[in-house]
């Protein structure tokens, strides 16, 4: 943990530990959970420019550990911190990562069960990456639905639909999107596109609309995770000054802040 240093990864600057207790100090992010911060949306949803500039963030986060074979194992709403202005990510919690090399494939049942890819329930041998890509796929449905993509009475029930269970995508949701999240949501874990393949989707990459949308700090972030990401996106988010001065309706709850934590247990997650 200590060698990883990322913009979009919560910072762990020392550790230590007693006879009974292990003790962590870590960067202080103060904005609170994404799961919070989402049940105080309307119908818990994100309007998508929202969405897609936050949940590239964590994108961009996990691509760093992918390329340092580490694999999170538990990517939620609640493991995702937000700053006080509500713009910048920090992914926490690696108490389920492991660093192994990618290529080997182990029987590791472990996440929560919401966001547990159809490989893990199954409790078959897998491949790290694709079952965080999976995560990330849960992530981004209920930040655009206000739910999760599977449900069941009980684990025994949810696990049964994660594997069977076609996904359910509401009218609302844009082309770009819904064939994005298609490709996520691929059972087979071979077939679900890598990491860098995401982050080069055209979901993903921000329109002249959207640029209108944006204030000059967000998309001076976006520009420099892609820089630092080390792919080749064929181009800058750019904005001009006059479209850059004001911040619009919809990113307008940026810039509110907040107070508190929620709790960052690794309990299971019920649908919010």
């Not at 340092?68 to 006080?84: A, F, P, S, W």
């Not at 080997?104 to 929560?112: A, D, L």
């Not at 009980?154 to 994005?180: F, G, M, T, V, W």
Request: with cysteine; proline share 6%.
């Amino acid at each position: 943990m200590e060698k990883i240093d990322h913009e979009c990864l919560a910072k762990l600057y020392e550790a230590f530990e007693s006879h009974k207790q292990v003790f962590l100090i870590m960067e202080y992010v103060n904005g609170g959970s994404l799961h919070g911060y989402l049940k105080g949306k309307p119908n818990r949803q994100m309007a998508e420019i929202e969405a897609k500039f936050l949940w590239q963030q964590v994108v961009f986060g996990i691509h760093y550990l992918h390329q340092r074979n580490v694999t999170h194992r538990d990517i939620k709403l609640e493991n995702i911190l937000l700053d006080e202005t509500r713009t910048r990510v920090k992914l926490i919690d690696f108490g389920f990562s492991t660093c192994i090399p990618h290529e080997k494939k182990v029987k590791i049942f472990c996440g929560t069960p919401s966001y547990m890819a159809p490989e893990i329930v199954s409790k078959i041998e897998y491949s790290g990456p694709p079952a965080d890509i999976w995560a990330l796929g849960v992530l981004l449905y209920a930040l655009l639905c206000g739910r999760f993509p599977f449900k069941g009475a009980n684990d025994k029930e949810l696990y049964q639909n994660i594997c069977k269970q076609d996904l359910p995508l509401p009218d609302h949701i844009s082309r770009q999107a819904r064939a994005l999240l298609q490709k996520i949501f691929h059972k087979n874990p071979d077939k679900r596109p890598p990491i860098k393949e995401i982050l080069r989707d055209p979901w993903l990459q921000f329109s002249p609309r959207d640029n209108e949308m944006m204030s000059p700090k967000s998309l001076s972030l976006i520009n420099h995770l892609k820089h630092i990401s080390g792919i080749n996106f064929g181009g800058q988010v750019h904005g001009s000054q006059s479209q850059n001065k004001q911040m619009s309706k919809t990113m307008g709850s940026f810039n509110r802040t907040t107070s508190g934590f929620q709790n960052q247990s690794a309990e299971p997650s019920v649908d919010f």
